[in-house]
């Protein structure tokens, strides 16, 4: 037996709950080299700006205890390049591509969202709520306020041609992922891809400076786990009918289980792309066992499990 | 899923050797032997499946043989933890291995003189880079340095397949006391060199690169940064480097390097995101800039 | 040569600066099995409430990718049989002790700071802003809302004999953690201990169910250190002159080092008691030789050294 | 620091044998084993030093020896990634341990006769259990139960050690097809048995200590709950346990148990907090139970 593994994200259907994250597989071209690329759910695409960015200064990488630190600040060709070059090349070779897209401001946002639409084949747009707010006096990320979130989100989905799906990225490190969430579903997104790394920092014990440059960095890897199926819980609780894109740490087809378990329709592989380039291949197939094994008609009816009953079994 | 590109694979240990202040692991791996060309590198995962270390280290390829289909040789020091377990593992143990990864040196067409210059563990991508130079008809002559003796890389093999051998340490322990770089000037005329490659630390390369540069020789140089993926999906391993174009770019080391053209790379600016830069901020470019990216072969 | 580890957080005096995190070493009695209780820093000992608690159900504790969620719901004997019990042991063995208080409400919490203070020997009062606060209606945390937390931290000053500093220990997950430490300071607190343990959660992938009763559970160990160092280095560099105590995931001297470069005074040993119950000795041991290695006089002059200088080095 | 706790210690690994569906660890350790009473346990370190799983993992002790100063072997069966390790381990290996854990099983002054129950791997520490009842010149009478033929613990020593020995096996592989408590009470009449010992998984603690209690014969009971430290600081092993005093407290198992006599344990409440818990809830208690908690003594 096989389960049905489709699974659907708003007004779009992915063959498998497999997808990349943002940011951690490019544009799909150098996984390409290890493993199918039409054969996982989507590839989601990092994060593009509308104009080139060249990122922050190195170092950029710091290890930590399952782990990683990362500071790459939104590098990139911009949108255009992308839509030209990238975008073409995965359609090609029978990926599907969910766009994030990252802008300085709602309107940013908005002319994104309008260029990315008018490209044809893209699956959904995902829309990258941890850039920093430029209008923002301290410096806040659209994710910190659920309000500025709110306007972006919404004018993506304004500007985005209907029947394709706007998902929001959410920050796992916010006053209140829930009241996010609602925000950003209330603001009309299809979906929710939750979450993004966290903000983190380590000291080189050699040196006694930051270990990435600027201090802070992003932390990713099953470290993090815990706090993203944590947020992804707490959001299916409160929000059920959303479909929720889970990630943060994972690793194994186990561990897309478990977010599924605890709500996610569709599962996206990060940091694990880097130690391990054909591992969502890897991911899906020992899901797929999985949920054989447990005689899983339909890999949906595993989404939300751990909250049908109490704790214990 | 390509025939060139690099693979990943579980590689049974041949065995593990003490040389000097190195170890040498030997592992079968005939899709990446078979696909190797010198100044390449593979990327080994450490610390087993439930280790809190998730990163591959990369180490560049020191040799490889046709035995048992194809073997792949890397050499390293301890450094931290990872190449703390690396030192442990013993024939028969299984490693997963990604490679060959990384562009490889550009060979010259014709027989040249060509000189080769390494520091540290940094000597070890000049070897089959030198056999490779040598079937070629090329002229070849090292220039090795380290901290102290045992950190010099296979001296024995430099001098059997070179024409000249110039060693170097810090402490004098071994060759002549100083740096690659003090003896290099003399060793490109002496030699009459026509090609300089280097691989080694920062500091190390840039020198290279200035003296090669007073005597008008061009150089290949193989940088070692820090890499999560060594694939080409983090971007944590950029440097800036000038382009053909003149244009700086924030490059990948790992699939766009980690071999340059000396004078490319903004070594002065290596850490920092140079103003003129694409993409810096405040950075403007002209639309034919624009139109240049997209038709630029991104792998 | 031998670095002077003297460690001075407000009013108290450690002779070095590793102590045990609270709720990860009882009062002390247990580990001393393995260690000279009186060789480390402090012992802060478990949050005591005003009344026995029997805490949450099992099951309480579940493995994460270096770290561990933990639900152990405060259990505990109440302040009387501690402070007639518990606390006159740990003295008796020459240790010191850092009193951890929990209460539900301003007024249960100066209460027990002001038992805490009539007795004879305490080095200082750690308040525990991470308990719920029933007067919030959505259950959140005193941590959650400076203006609460403030309101916590100066009652149990006006309540604690003048002399014994009080600690205030925040939380990581909270919308700013330097908003936070900015009001406990302005409300009198002595000095901060950061971090509590981080919210989050974690399915069995066997039964589906949540790993640990009530669904949610706090993560600790090596996995937040990031966080935490992050919180440290943040609240650190807005308040430079404020004692902290850097917790959260040490496991070596050099993860005590970390903490000690991004501005902590003193380091909390918290699960690592757990794996290695002897690593409050081992953590003090090598944070030494790291120290002598440097050829560093005094443990102080690390204090805060990643902030001296840019990355890099 | 402590002449009868427990210790710590880097221990090597004399061997690991596979027994059935079992694999047992000999570990060296003369602190342990010179301090070691049948019904205590160990904790061993699993993954090395940078393992992504922190904490130990538990293990009754299944025999203690004299040689090489005093060896410790465990039994135990892989079910996740820190059993999966220790599989791997080999002779000479280092192993950081700490043990012995727990209180011990009381031992009847009287030589009378005693009947121990096992389920699985539960069944490793009744064999030194027994070793102790025989040199008291008790009457030993086994009854061990498994899934299956392979998964019955030593099945051969414990006909070597007692009067009698019963098996059950859940498919009937081996023994009698049913449950350990299924035969229990038969051979508590047919041996006169005077006490009871167990362990293995709370629902057969709780059957065993029915059918003791219909017997009227008192029972020992070992649990296995998890535990993150098992020394007794992290409070996450708790069960609820009625006192002498006949108040229900949550204590830990680690240091307060893993011994129990079975009707103190609390079998229907396990994974709650009993609503008349000391501290549950709503709890009020008198002054006199205050004054009595202060006098317990905590370890
Ligand atoms: C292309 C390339 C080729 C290399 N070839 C060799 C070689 O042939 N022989 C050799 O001994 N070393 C080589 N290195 C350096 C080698 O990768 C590091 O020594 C190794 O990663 C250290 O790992 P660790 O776990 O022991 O150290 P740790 O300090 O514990 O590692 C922590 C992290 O920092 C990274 N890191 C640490 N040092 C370096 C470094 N010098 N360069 C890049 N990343 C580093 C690690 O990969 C890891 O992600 C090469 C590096 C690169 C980029
Ligand atoms: C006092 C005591 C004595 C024990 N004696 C034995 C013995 O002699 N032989 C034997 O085979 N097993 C014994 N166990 C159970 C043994 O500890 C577990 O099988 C082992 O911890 C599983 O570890 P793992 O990493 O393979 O499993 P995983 O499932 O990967 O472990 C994850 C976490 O859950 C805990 N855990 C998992 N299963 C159990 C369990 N059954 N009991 C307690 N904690 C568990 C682990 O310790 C770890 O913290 C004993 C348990 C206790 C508490
Ligand atoms: C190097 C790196 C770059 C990333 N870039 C982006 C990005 O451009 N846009 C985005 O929304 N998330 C980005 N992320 C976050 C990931 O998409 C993902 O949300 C996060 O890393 C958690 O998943 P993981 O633990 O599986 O990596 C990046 C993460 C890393 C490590
Ligand atoms: C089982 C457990 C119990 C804890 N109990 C308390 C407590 O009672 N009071 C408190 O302030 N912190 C408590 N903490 C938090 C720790 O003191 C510490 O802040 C946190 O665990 C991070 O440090 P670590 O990673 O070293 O454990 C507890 C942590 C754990 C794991
Ligand atoms: S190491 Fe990841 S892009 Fe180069
Ligand atoms: S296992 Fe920690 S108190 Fe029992």
């Known amino acids: ?313 | 899923m390509s025939d060139n590109g690099p693979v990943q694979a579980r590689c049974p240990v041949l065995n593990v050797r003490r040389v000097d202040a190195y170890y040498a692991i030997t592992v079968v791996a005939p899709g990446i032997a078979e696909r190797f060309r010198s100044g390449q590198f593979v990327s080994v995962a450490v610390g087993g499946d439930h280790s809190s270390t998730l990163l591959r280290r990369p180490f560049a390829i020191h040799d490889v043989k046709p035995d048992y289909g194809g073997t792949v040789e890397f050499l390293f020091s301890v450094r931290g933890t990872g190449t703390a377990w690396l030192s442990e593992r013993r024939s028969r143990d299984l490693l997963d291995v990604v490679g060959p990864l990384g562009r490889p040196f550009p060979l010259p067409r014709d027989p040249v003189n060509c000189v080769l210059v390494g520091g540290g563990s940094g000597s070890a991508p000049l070897f089959p880079l030198a056999q490779s130079l040598r079937r070629r008809g090329c002229r070849v002559d090292f220039v090795l340095g380290a901290a102290s003796a045992d950190r010099v890389f296979s001296a024995i093999t430099a001098r059997r397949i070179a024409e000249t051998a110039v060693f170097t340490t810090d402490d004098g322990s071994f060759g002549t006391r100083g740096r690659v770089t003090d003896v290099l000037g003399r060793v490109i005329e002496d030699c009459r060199s026509d090609a300089v490659y280097a691989c080694g630390p920062m500091p190390m390369l840039r020198t290279v690169t200035a003296v090669a540069d007073a005597h008008g020789v061009p150089v290949q140089v193989a940088v070692e940064e820090t890499m999560a993926c060594g694939t080409g999906i983090c971007m944590t391993c950029v440097i800036p480097v000038v382009g053909e174009d003149g244009i700086t770019r924030m490059v990948r080391s790992c699939v766009d390097g980690p071999v340059f053209r000396g004078e490319q790379v903004r070594f002065d600016d290596v850490g920092t995101i140079p103003f003129d830069a694409l993409g810096a901020p405040g950075w403007k470019g002209s639309s034919a800039v624009r139109a240049a990216e997209s038709a630029r072969d991104i792998a």
Chains 1, 3 share one sequence.
């Open chain 1, 1 to 313: 037996m096989n389960a049905d593994l489709r699974t659907r994200l708003g007004g779009c259907e992915l063959p498998n709950p497999v997808v990349t994250a943002a940011g951690c597989a490019g544009a799909g071209r150098e996984l390409a080299q290890f493993l199918d690329i039409a054969s996982i759910g989507a590839v989601t695409t990092k994060s593009v700006m509308l104009e080139p960015h060249a990122g922050r200064p190195a170092p950029r990488m710091a290890e930590t205890p399952s782990g990683m630190l990362s500071t790459t600040g939104m590098q990139g060709p911009g949108v255009d390049v992308f839509l030209q070059r990238d975008l073409p090349w995965l359609l090609s070779r029978g990926g599907r591509a969910i766009v994030s897209i990252a802008g300085t401001g709602a309107g940013e946002f908005g002319e994104l969202a309008r260029r990315v639409s008018a490209a044809d084949g893209v699956s959904a747009v995902e829309v990258n709520l941890s850039c920093p707010d430029p209008s923002d006096p301290a410096g806040r990320r659209f994710a910190d306020d659920p309000v500025r979130a709110a306007a972006v989100v919404r004018t993506v989905r304004s500007h985005t041609r209907s029947g394709l799906p706007v998902l929001a990225k959410l920050a796992a490190d916010v006053p209140d992922v829930v009241e996010l969430a609602a925000a950003c579903v209330e603001a009309r997104a299809d979906g929710l891809s939750m979450v993004n790394t966290v903000r983190g920092m380590a000291v080189d014990t050699r040196t006694l400076r930051p270990a990435v440059a600027g201090g802070m960095g992003g932390l990713s890897g099953p470290a993090i786990r815990p706090l993203a199926v944590g947020c992804v819980y707490r959001v299916h609780e409160a929000l059920p009918d959303v479909p929720l894109i889970g990630m943060g740490g994972v690793r194994t087809g186990a561990d897309a289980l478990e977010f599924m378990a605890a709500g996610a329709r569709a599962v996206a592989v990060g940091t694990t792309n880097f130690s391990d380039p054909s591992a969502c291949a890897r991911v899906l197939r020992e899901l797929t066992e999985l949920l054989d094994a447990r005689g899983v008609a339909r890999a949906a009816d595993v989404v939300g499990a751990a909250h049908r009953t109490g704790p214990g079994a």
